[in-house]
T-cell receptor, first 112, second 114 residues
Framework: QQQVKQSPQSLIVQKGGISIINCAYE??????FPWYQQFPGKGPALLIA?????SEKKEGRFTISFNKSAKQFSLHIMDSQPGDSATYFCAATGAGSYQLTFGKGTKLSVIP | NAGVTQTPKFQVLKTGQSMTLQCAQDMNHEYMSWYRQDPGMGLRLIHYSVGAGITDQGEVPNGYNVSRSTTEDFPLRLLSAAPSQTSVYFCASRRRGVAAHEQYFGPGTRLTVT
């Protein structure tokens, strides 16, 4: 049973546009909601993370929006650049847990 | 710091063969983990370790063995490779006391079992 559902599977955005990737979770015990960025041939790298006690977190052009009542969170990439082209994974984990539950990933292509 | 390193980068095995995927980190992290990544499946935890001599199973442990004799190294052994183990394998590490998502991933090993 997949506990974190991610959409869309792939996304094409024009340079300068906004990229939006959505995730939904089921387990209310999750306490951290990170996003990872993965370039081809590389391992995932932590991009940004949020806890459920805040509704939004921003780091540069990357913003996580969190809706606790709907059990949804999303990644917004403002002013998307070709260098942002990568696969993005959302994930969730509980406080004290050893395990991360990953979404299936979204392949983002930013075209000039 | 080299961070998390993995060898080999690519490997092709025949069904039934055994091999060990190597993982090392030079950050003195207590926690280390192995994940597999399959197309359209995200990453799934195979095994993890919270310190030398201590290992435990993750979500998909069958067909894999681990041991941790030092803080730096966490090898993953495939005892009898099967085509279902064709995947990209990632090792990750983090220090004790930080949340599970604050881990560093290695570059991965792409394994094909024919």
């Amino acid at each position: 049973q997949q506990q974190v559902k991610q959409s869309p599977q792939s996304l094409i955005v024009q340079k300068g546009g906004i990229s939006i990737i959505n995730c939904a979770y089921e387990n209310t015990a999750f306490d951290y909601f990170p996003w990872y960025q993965q370039f081809p041939g590389k391992g995932p790298a932590l991009l940004i993370a949020i806890r459920p006690d805040v509704s939004e977190k921003k780091e540069g052009r990357f913003t996580i929006s969190f809706n606790k009542s709907a059990k949804q969170f999303s990644l917004h990439i403002m002013d998307s650049q070709p260098g942002d082209s990568a696969t993005y994974f959302c994930a969730a984990t509980g406080a004290g847990s050893y395990q991360l539950t990953f979404g299936k990933g979204t392949k983002l292509s930013v075209i000039p | 710091n080299a961070g998390v390193t993995q060898t080999p980068k690519f490997q092709v095995l025949k069904t039934g063969q055994s091999m060990t995927l190597q993982c090392a980190q030079d950050m003195n992290h207590e926690y280390m983990s192995w994940y597999r990544q399959d197309p359209g499946m995200g990453l799934r935890l195979i095994h993890y370790s919270v310190g030398a001599g201590i290992t435990d199973q993750g979500e998909v442990p069958n067909g894999y063995n681990v041991s941790r004799s030092t803080t730096e190294d966490f090898p993953l052994r495939l005892l009898s490779a099967a085509p279902s183990q064709t995947s990209v394998y990632f090792c990750a590490s983090r220090r004790r006391g930080v949340a599970a998502h604050e881990q560093y991933f290695g570059p991965g090993t792409r394994l094909t079992v024919t």
